[in-house]
């Protein structure tokens, strides 16, 4: 299953090996034709994600479980917000950030 998220967290119940990789859109979009789930817990999340990769990508506020041959796309900032700051769809577009891939391989 293919994961995306607004965050590079690891779900808790993974125990294994895990491999990172920066992602490119185009990579993601490639990813985004095969089956996969949103647990972006944030609609200005959604949004750019959405408007980054030419689809749909719903706000999902949900835990997941991940095992092994399971993937995350991961929206990640590369700085850290201010406190109490929530950014909108333009502030996050304006933040450097980057999407990573993590690969969940035993």
Do not use: C
Not at 25 to 46: C, K, M, P, Q
Not at 69 to 78: E, H, P, R, T, V
Request: net charge negative.
């Amino acid at each position: 299953m293919i994961f995306i998220m607004n965050t590079s967290i690891i779900p808790p119940n993974f125990e294994g090996t895990i491999k990172v990789k920066d992602l490119s859109i185009e990579e993601a979009r490639f990813l985004l034709l095969n089956d996969w789930t949103s647990s972006v817990g944030h609609e200005s999340s959604a949004v750019v994600l959405s408007l980054l990769l030419g689809k749909e990508i719903p706000m999902n506020r949900i835990s997941i479980q991940v095992e092994s041959g399971d993937y995350i796309i991961a929206f990640q900032l590369k700085e850290r917000l201010p406190e109490g700051f929530t950014p909108n769809e333009e502030d996050l577009l304006n933040l450097d950030y980057k999407l990573r891939l993590l690969a969940f391989v035993e």
